[in-house]
């Protein structure tokens, strides 16, 4: 059965989006897989097939963001912006 209903992604290509962005992070950061899995804790094999299969373990993914800095953007992922009234929704945020 297909998992995809209007403009859903597919699983396999959210894991993609995201390894793409820590890869692309990884090296902006000028740090080889090798020093990560040193830093993280992750094996270098599990960072390889992260990297290229788009597969790891939710506490590896963590262990590997922590490593790069990221930790914050995960422990906001999920949040929603509270809004007190019309008008701070009306103006992104911003109270009248």
């Known amino acids: 059965m297909n998992n995809r209903f209007l403009n859903q992604k597919a699983p396999n290509e959210i894991a993609k989006n995201l390894a793409e962005k820590i890869k692309k992070h990884r090296?902006?950061?000028?740090?080889?897989?090798e020093v990560l899995a040193q830093k993280s804790g992750v094996s270098l094999g599990s960072i390889k097939r992260f990297e290229t299969k788009y597969e790891i373990a939710l506490q590896s993914f963590i262990k590997i963001a922590i490593a790069l800095?990221?930790?914050k953007d995960i422990e906001t992922l999920?949040?929603?912006?509270?809004?007190?009234?019309i008008n701070?929704?009306?103006?992104?945020g911003v109270n009248g």
């Open 78 to 85: 999920f949040t929603q912006k509270t809004y007190n009234s």
């Open 69 to 71: 800095d990221l930790d």
């Open 27 to 33: 090296k902006r950061l000028k740090i080889s897989q």
């Open 88 to 92: 701070e929704v009306i103006n992104g």
